[in-house]
């Protein structure tokens, strides 16, 4: 198992160590409960530095991103990031990456579960004049995340925060180290990702805490990126499913130009699709787990990718695939917990939504 440069602070505090995709990472703290409350109505903070992270630079290194991902690269201004997806060849996903334009290079953050395998197929893509580096041995990341963390976070950094829009990163300094800051995140609240030179981590971790934000770890930041409706590889994700399916095509710019994996999803856009991922809502006692299957009728038409019993809405709701025909908000069929079959219905994403 590998190691954030945080994990001697997560012991600390005593967290619940558990492996996570090659690493050994904290699943909560206090609760999941407490963490996934504290995020919605103040601030939260995660350790993050087990994703993924690369510098693309060079003379080609726009083309070579057009050709190497979905979305259209072309429209990033300097300061800005974009929501992008690594195809193969038959537009199934390889990975689904968050890619920051910078003065003089782009950066893209990778999942962890998929950090070897996106480099290896980067640079066996790789084109002349191009440059990958691996960011990893000289940078974390941390998220901090909720309504109060603005408020947080600006005590302690030189940028005026108020500026910083959505899908936006600026340099700066935290706690007088160079950093970079983006309003990004994966909970459904505003809220920050910040890029340091690991060797600080603990330094602005402890920080962050002293100034309110509360330690979450895994648990809570699935049930928030459930509840906001977000996608996690290996769930709503994977090699044999299209972004089409997942709904997002904003993410796929058929017309910018030939990439990897467009004539495939041309074709498949044009004669359509038989899944779509839906939002579910149980309507009986139980809790949607991924693999559980759906039912219409006594046949089985789908299958859950993501559930949990929701700590804000106070309901049981999922992700899931279901067969086209059913895929309309307001469906009804049943999905199979334990031998049992709970009603459901197709609710509309996010089932989360902050208010402002």
């Known amino acids: 198992m590998r190691r954030t ?28 409960m407490a963490e996934h409350k504290a995020v919605r109505i103040s601030a939260g903070i995660f350790d993050i530095g087990h994703m993924g992270a690369v510098k693309v630079s060079g003379h080609n290194a726009l083309q070579y991103l057009q050709k190497v991902l979905s979305n259209d690269v072309s429209k990033l201004e300097v300061g800005s990031s974009q929501y992008s997806i690594i195809l193969n060849e038959s537009g199934g996903v390889i990975d689904d990456i968050f890619i920051y334009r910078l003065s003089d290079h782009y950066m893209l953050i990778l999942n962890a579960s998929n950090t070897k395998k996106d480099i290896e197929w980067l640079k066996n893509n790789l084109s002349d004049d191009v440059e990958i580096k691996d960011l ?40 007088r180290l160079p950093s970079l800051i983006s309003r990004t995140g994966y909970t459904g609240e505003d809220g920050f990702e910040i890029f340091f030179d690991h060797s600080k981590a ?46 997002f095509s904003f993410a796929v710019k058929l017309d910018k130009g030939d990439f990897i994996g467009r004539d495939s999803l041309a074709v498949h856009k044009k004669e359509g699709f038989s899944k779509r991922l839906v939002g579910i809502k149980l309507k009986e006692i139980g809790v949607p787990r991924q693999g559980h299957k759906i ?34 908000v307001g469906s009804a069929f049943d999905v199979e917990i334990r031998g049992r079959h709970i009603k459901a219905e197709v609710v509309k994403l996010p089932f989360y939504k902050r208010l402002t």
Not at 10 to 30: C, D, N, Q, R, T
Not at 300 to 311: A, D
Request: net charge neutral.
């Open 5 to 32: 440069p945080l994990y001697e602070a997560h012991l600390k505090l005593k967290a619940k160590m558990v492996p996570f995709a090659g690493w050994e990472m904290p699943v909560y703290y206090s609760s999941i």
């Open 136 to 175: 990893k041995r000289e940078m974390t990341l941390l998220a901090l995340q909720g309504p109060k963390s603005q408020q947080i976070l600006q005590k302690i950094c030189d940028a005026d925060l108020n500026t910083l829009g959505h899908h936006k990163i600026i340099s700066s300094r935290i706690s």
């Open 202 to 247: 603990e330094n602005i971790w402890n920080k962050l805490i002293e100034l309110g934000a509360a330690p979450c770890g895994l648990g809570a930041r699935d049930t928030l990126r459930i509840e906001a409706g977000m996608p996690l590889y290996g769930h709503e994700y994977n090699e044999g499913i299209t972004p089409l399916e997942t709904g």
């Open 295 to 328: 039912f219409k009728d006594g046949k089985i038409i789908g299958y859950i990718t993501s559930g949990t019993m929701s700590p804000t809405l106070k309901v049981p709701i999922g992700m899931g695939y279901v067969r086209t025909e059913y895929s309309d």
